[in-house]
């Protein structure tokens, strides 16, 4: 699992470096584009083309016959059935192609959450750093020491919440850059990404996962951890909205409007029966 995470880093690392200075919304649309026309172009590679486009005018017969002879009850029912039996078609020539499509996606969604999901912390700015410890450990028992370096300042001693298996700190980001946080857990030393600079594109790994695969599908960026009882160390960046149709939104909602949008202007050209 680790390395499919490190192929995919690397993969969007290089797609997006030359709009690491730009909006994120210029990646955002790319990305987006490129989905719809991979989506479109798996779809009709997996896809039973012919078929589709049989069912569909089926559909499309049936549905003229129900108008025309709304009137007439036996027509009317017999259609309604016939209806209902190539809707049922249609469904299951799509079910190939959503089957295969949808596992690679949401690999990629993970990792594309990386770069859009949130806003890297501004100098100046204070926020916690929170490490979850796995069940039934008591983090009471911890010695923890997080270090402060030229670019944050730990503002709080180690608060542990026992009944939440946490210790938590406080940083003020202090100085632009990317820095590798250094904390020391009963003599055995951990660390977890920090981001501090402007709002631009950049990835984001906001939690450093246990070795699960689960944990590691879910927070992509960064290699697992190893500890036995740790279960994940956590930075609270602040969400990144974007503004679109006059309204704030989630990147993942943005992402879907214009992958449908590039999908839906890039079929005909391409052939492609939906």
């Known amino acids: 699992m680790f390395l499919v995470n490190l192929g995919l880093r690397e993969i969007l690392r290089f797609l997006f470096l030359p709009f690491s200075s730009f909006s994120p919304w210029v990646a955002l649309i790319i990305i987006s584009f490129l989905t719809g026309l991979l989506i479109l172009a798996i779809y009709k590679l997996v896809s039973d083309q012919h078929g589709l486009k049989v069912t569909k005018d089926k559909i499309k017969a049936y549905l003229l016959e129900l108008r025309l002879f709304s009137d007439d009850f036996s027509v009317s029912l017999k259609a309604q059935g016939q209806l209902l039996f190539w809707n049922l078609k249609?469904?299951?020539?799509?079910?190939?192609?959503?089957?295969?499509?949808?596992?690679?996606?949401?690999?990629?969604?993970?990792?594309?959450?990386?770069?859009?999901?949130?806003?890297?912390?501004?100098?100046?700015?204070?926020?916690?750093?929170?490490?979850?410890?796995?069940?039934?450990?008591?983090?009471l028992t911890f010695e923890a020491t997080l270090e402060s370096t030229a670019g944050y300042e730990v503002e709080t001693p180690p608060l542990r919440i026992e009944n939440e298996r946490e210790i938590c700190w406080r940083i003020r980001a202090i100085k632009p850059g990317k820095y590798e946080m250094k904390i020391l857990l009963d003599g055995q030393r951990l660390s977890k990404e920090l981001i501090i600079g402007r709002h631009s594109l950049v990835r984001l790994s906001s939690i450093r996962p246990s070795s699960g695969f689960l944990e590691q599908l879910l927070a992509p960026g960064e290699k697992p951890l190893s500890s036995s009882f740790l279960d994940k160390i956590e930075i609270k960046y602040q969400p990144r909205?974007?503004?679109?149709?006059g309204l704030k939104m989630h990147w993942l909602v943005v992402y879907f409007i214009l992958s449908l949008v590039a999908?839906?202007?890039?079929?005909?050209?391409?052939?492609?029966?939906?």
């Open 241 to 245: 909205r974007f503004i679109f149709l």
């Open 90 to 139: 249609y469904f299951l020539h799509a079910l190939r192609p959503l089957a295969v499509i949808i596992i690679p996606l949401f690999f990629l969604l993970s990792h594309l959450n990386l770069w859009f999901a949130w806003e890297p912390l501004t100098p100046g700015e204070t926020t916690i750093v929170k490490m979850k410890l796995k069940e039934n450990i008591n983090p």
């Open 263 to 274: 999908g839906l202007i890039l079929k005909k050209p391409l052939k492609v029966e939906i």
